[in-house]
């Protein structure tokens, strides 16, 4: 069973590796009270961090993973973020809770991608397939920001609010 969640992770990470940078960033869910939106790329990242806890628990790796140096560094980056969040909230009132929470939140969903992706990406195909993805992306957004800035390509952006617009008429 391992084996199988490793593979479907790894196509997973290399599908997220093209779907974050090249799919707009359109909300799906507007928070209530805040500025910020739930986006298709959460809900992929969710279903990729929720295989992974299989993964680690299954194939008894959890202990591995909280041994590494690097990654307790990183649980610690987290926890002092989040210690920032109750000083900010509860101690000196300068932000909402809410909106501030979902704040760091998205930045623990994006920064703990290198450590799922350090534990599925094994051997040098799946390195390789992965570089290749991610400069296939890079190569991709660069000619797509070329066209835009010379020969007047759409600003996705625009073309979405546009799309709002002529729903109300």
């Not at 390789?128 to 070329?146: C, E, G, H, K, P």
């Not at 759409?154 to 073309?159: E, T």
Request: with cysteine; proline share 4%; aromatic share 22%.
């Amino acid at each position: 069973m391992t084996v199988k969640l490793e593979k479907f992770l790894f196509w997973l990470i290399i599908f997220l590796f093209a779907f974050i940078p090249l799919y707009p960033k359109f909300p799906l869910v507007n928070v209530a009270g805040t500025f910020v939106a739930v986006r298709a790329e959460d809900l992929f990242i969710a279903l990729a961090y929720i295989t992974w806890a299989f993964y680690m628990v299954f194939s008894k790796k959890v202990t591995d993973f909280l041994k590494d140096k690097l990654n307790l560094a990183i649980l610690l980056f987290f926890f002092i973020g989040l210690v920032s969040w109750f000083s900010a909230n509860f101690l000196t009132h300068t932000t909402l809770p809410a909106l501030s929470f979902l704040h760091w939140a998205r930045r623990v969903e994006f920064m703990m991608l290198l450590p799922l992706a350090a534990t599925v990406i094994k051997t040098k195909k799946q390195l390789f397939i992965s570089l290749a993805t991610l400069a296939a992306v890079v190569f991709t957004v660069n000619i797509y920001a070329l066209g835009q800035q010379y020969l007047n390509w759409p600003v996705v952006i625009m073309i979405w609010r546009c799309f709002w617009l002529w729903r109300w008429f």
